[in-house]
Structure formats: C-alpha cells, structure tokens
C-alpha cells in the first residue's frame, strides 16, 4: 500500500525556515526521483523541488537559492529545507514522485503539510 506522509509545516514569520519532511513506504521508491510539490490556494499544483535517486537536484525558478531538497534513500526520507520564507511561499506541500505514483488509475497523493508565511 502507498502512503507519503509529510510533516515539519507551520506557521513561520517572513525571512524564516521550516524542515519538510516525508516519509515514504519502502525501499523501493529509493529508485525513483522525488519531488516536493505545493498548491497555493486557488493555484494549480507545482513541482517546486526534485531529486534523483543518486541525488541531483533541480529546482523551480521561485525557490533556487531559498529551498535544499535531500533524501535519505537508508531512512526512506525526503527532506525540503525551506529558508528566507516569503508570504508567496504559503501553501500545501507534498511529496511524491516524479512524476506522481498512480493508484488504481488515479494520481496518489498525501495528506501535505500546510505551511504559512506571515506575521
């Protein structure tokens, strides 16, 4: 059974960080790309950060510079490393694979964990 669960999100002030992470169901998923993926209220879903199973890196134009994606193929762990938070930022976020695993001809995704940047 799949199931990507994500954790680490909050409320953080502008200019500050969080710790995203997820925990992913096996070994095998070790072999695929990762990414970390958000939704902004009233926007459609987005590929902010990706990670291949020998570990490059690719990131959105928003957040270069800002967000480390890393994984820990041993723990089964994805981690997104978020820093200089901005208001923009303020979102779901999930993970999945690259692309999205599918389930029973649908798109699985997570429960994500809300992050907002306010003061």
């Known amino acids: 059974q799949v199931q990507l669960v994500e954790s680490g999100g909050g409320l953080v002030q502008p200019g500050g960080s969080l710790r995203l992470s997820c925990a992913t169901p096996?070994?095998?998923?070790?072999?695929?790309?990762m990414g970390w993926y958000r939704q902004a209220p009233g926007k459609q879903r987005e590929l902010v950060a990706r990670i291949t199973s020998d570990g490059s890196t690719n990131y959105a134009d928003s957040v270069k510079g800002r967000f480390t994606i890393s994984r820990d193929n041993a723990k089964n762990t994805v981690i997104l490393q978020m820093g200089s938070l901005k208001a923009e930022d303020t979102a779901v976020y999930y993970c999945n694979t690259d692309p999205p695993v599918v389930v029973n001809g649908r798109r699985y995704w997570g429960q994500g964990t809300q992050v907002t940047v306010s003061s």
């Open positions: 096996g070994s095998i998923f070790s072999l695929f790309p």
